[in-house]
């Protein structure tokens, strides 16, 4: 698929938006189903986009920064799988080969990252001097330079990605073979699991699990569409809520003594 210099420039400035945000965490435009899904709606290749949005998405919620081990680039790997998805122009059977690419982007990511982080440590003695100076003005424009490179970071790989157009892209999906493209695809498919299960490990509790394994039962029901699934599970935390602010209000017959805030737990505490 052949963009135009509109689109492309829309792209650059999704991406750049998308670097900005790695570090701003204010629109969460780094987060790979809200770019994959800007990107697919600038170029007019929504639908494939939102599908490799929100399968990167699940891959992501397992990545985070533990002390001093960076988690890998999710706006580097949302950003250019989605450019390559789009120039490649295989619609909803390229998402697997574009998934496979994001994760070694997202790693290789890290180096941008890294670089960024550099520099951004010395803007900050900068800024240490001007504000020992009294001089707000150079510190509000070395704290946009420094955003700035957040934002650029993402920004040049996808205009690299873009100059190489879509020719080459494409020919280099297709000349993938079919037990490559099916093998990433299953890995893909293996990762978004390890994912899900790296977010579930870090929030399993006693009170969560029912919730958990309700949802999973009600998407066995082939009836229920996702936005019915949203809204049992929006009515469900209202009542969760609900029933934590009266328990917690030390209401109850005994006066209260035993009530942790928590209804779910304390119904668990007592078996």
Not at 12 to 19: K, P, Q
Not at 189 to 206: D, P, R
Not at 210 to 224: E, H, K, N, Q, S
């Amino acid at each position: 698929m052949n963009l135009n210099a509109i689109q492309m420039i829309l792209v650059v400035l999704v991406a750049f938006l998308a670097g900005m945000e790695g570090i701003l965490d204010q629109f969460q435009f780094h987060q790979p189903v809200v770019s994959c899904t800007l990107i697919g709606l600038v170029t007019g290749d929504l639908v494939p986009c939102i599908i490799l949005g929100g399968t990167l998405q699940m891959i992501a919620l397992g990545w985070a920064n533990v002390g001093a081990a960076v988690a890998p680039d999710a706006a580097l790997a949302g950003v250019a799988s989605a450019i390559i998805l789009v120039l490649g122009g295989q619609g909803k059977a390229g998402v697997s080969s574009a998934i496979a690419i994001a994760v070694p982007l997202a790693v290789a990511g890290l180096l941008l990252t890294i670089l960024v982080r550099t520099i951004s440590t010395m803007i900050v003695h900068i800024m240490d001097r001007a504000a020992a100076a009294g001089s707000f003005a150079q510190l509000d424009f070395w704290q946009w330079i420094d955003i700035c490179l957040q934002g650029i970071r993402i920004a040049i790989p996808a205009a690299l990605i873009l100059a190489v157009g879509a020719g080459p892209v494409k020919s280099l999906l297709d000349a993938m073979p079919s037990w490559l493209t099916d093998g990433l695809s299953i890995g893909g498919g293996m990762v978004v699991a390890v994912g899900y299960a790296m977010v579930i490990n870090m929030m399993a509790s006693a009170e969560v699990w029912p919730f958990f394994a309700l949802g999973f039962v009600m998407a066995t029901i082939t009836d229920l569409t996702l936005i019915a699934l949203g809204a049992i599970g929006v009515s469900l935390a209202l009542i969760y809520l609900t029933l934590s602010s009266n328990s917690g209000s030390g209401s109850s017959n005994d006066g209260g003594g035993s009530n942790s805030g928590d209804p779910l737990g304390d119904v668990i505490d007592n078996y």
